[in-house]
């Protein structure tokens, strides 16, 4: 909802003020200039990313404003650790093998929808599941490797935020290329053009830099630190699953795995010790 006002809050306050101050909306329509800006922009996020790239930022960020990261998103991701890890311990590690083999035919996976519906995330935790149940690592090691896996997902987790800034770095200079070609068609009918034909024109190549500009600070660069945000708040669940499965396998009993897990969440919407300890009962 607060990305949603922000938006409105943009648009409100650049065309609310233009049209108070006697600015006519129509001066600042001209869709070829759009076509100039968003292709060139286009055309430079194709060249410089992936070719999947493309719908991977388009996907994350219509997702951008209804975050999945929440307080129940948290307390489920907890509760799933402990509901496996507390089977693991009562009934030994092979006891979770049908449940780290086939998650999506888990009991226990099953009553997490929101988790198993994201693929990544499941199998992260089934690998490690099936690393701990081998019995042949040491809780070191362990974490050894879920560093170098975690450094690993930082890079792939914060191409989308980085790849939206380069465009939004560039959204400028791309209005400048509008408004110097405009410029060009303006000096062409100088010799047959009035005063109000060169105005109209001079005005239509300055929208091509405003568009331009106000792409970039106002809805690129926030779509990319907000890009950046959802990283890293996804990138902090990671870190959580890592420190309650690194306890376990320290000899930690599930109750206070998860509490190590539970305290590397972000405070924002960290669930506290009495709700998780109600949640883990109720599991």
């Keep these: 909802m607060a990305k949603i006002i922000g938006i ?16 006519q909306f129509m001066a600042l329509v001209h869709p070829f200039e759009v076509m100039i800006i968003g292709g060139a922009a286009l055309g430079g996020f194709l060249q410089s990313n992936p070719g999947s790239m493309f719908m991977h930022v388009l996907k994350k960020s219509l997702s951008m404003f209804s975050s999945r990261f929440t307080h129940a998103y948290y307390l489920d991701v907890l509760r ?49 599941l099936r690393v701990m149940s081998s019995g042949n690592m040491a809780p070191h090691e362990l974490e050894g490797l879920f ?19 380069k465009i939004a770095d560039g959204l400028p200079a791309m209005g400048i290329v509008a408004a110097v070609l405009g410029i060009v068609i303006t000096m062409s009918i100088l010799a047959e053009a009035d005063n ?30 907000s890009l950046e ?3 890293k708040e996804e990138l902090n669940v990671y870190e959580s699953i890592k420190a309650c499965l690194v306890a376990s396998a320290s000899g930690m009993p599930p109750s206070l795995a998860v509490e ?24």
């Design 80 to 128: 799933l650790l402990y509901e496996i890890l507390n089977k693991s311990r009562r009934e030994g590690m092979m006891a979770i093998e049908a449940d780290v083999e086939d998650p999506s035919a888990s009991p226990i996976f099953s009553k997490y929808p929101v988790i198993l519906k994201d693929t990544r995330m499941t199998a992260y935790i089934c690998d490690y």
């Design 229 to 231: 945000h959802d990283a």
């Design 147 to 165: 560093d170098m896996e975690i450094a690993s997902l930082k890079e792939e987790l914060e191409h989308p935020a980085h790849a939206v800034a």
């Design 196 to 225: 109000a034909q060169i105005g109209e024109k001079v005005g239509t190549a300055l929208v091509g830099t405003f568009l331009g500009i106000l792409a970039s600070y106002g809805f690129f660069g926030p779509l990319a630190t």
């Design 260 to 283: 190590f897990g539970r305290k590397v969440l972000y405070p924002a919407h960290r669930p506290s010790f009495s709700e998780l300890e109600q949640a883990m009962r109720g599991s």
């Design 8 to 23: 409105i809050v943009v648009f409100a306050s650049v065309l609310g003020g233009f049209i108070l101050s006697g600015g």
